[in-house]
């Protein structure tokens, strides 16, 4: 079983930076996750996860329309971690941030196990 802990968030202004980090450990978790595409999602209350970037083992990228041109995915395989770039942040991106394993093509989760998340609060 792999496990993920993502960091990085916190409270930040309107327009503000932060970068989450997310980091796989676990059984079998290297190389699991060197051939797997990773994604980041948000959940805010009543509302389902939203898969918001991902990227495939090897380095392309995706974006959900709410984030493309101002958030940046990326991965260490040699680290087994996955890394979250926001930039121009708005209030409407305040949510909890979990990472997990996704279907690229199918644009959804691709494994059971979720982390703790991390949560981002944006302020006006």
């Known amino acids: 079983q792999v496990q993920f802990v993502e960091s990085g968030g916190g409270l930040v202004q309107a327009g503000g930076s932060l970068r989450l980090s997310c980091a796989a450990s676990?059984?079998?978790?290297?190389?699991?996750?060197?051939?797997?595409?990773a994604g980041w999602f948000r959940q805010t209350p009543g509302k389902q996860r939203e898969l918001v970037a991902g990227?495939?083992?090897?380095?392309?990228?995706k974006y959900g329309d709410s984030v493309k041109g101002r958030f940046t995915i990326s991965r260490d395989n040699a680290q087994k971690t996955v890394y979250l770039q926001m930039d121009s942040l708005k209030p409407e991106d305040t949510a909890v941030y979990y990472c997990?394993?996704?279907?690229?093509?199918?644009?959804?989760?691709?494994?059971?196990?979720w982390g703790q998340g991390t949560q981002v609060t944006v302020s006006s």
């Open positions: 997990n394993f996704i279907n690229f093509g199918g644009w959804g989760p691709s494994y059971d196990y």
């Open positions: 676990g059984a079998a978790s290297g190389s699991t996750f060197s051939i797997t595409a």
């Open positions: 990227v495939t083992s090897g380095g392309r990228a």
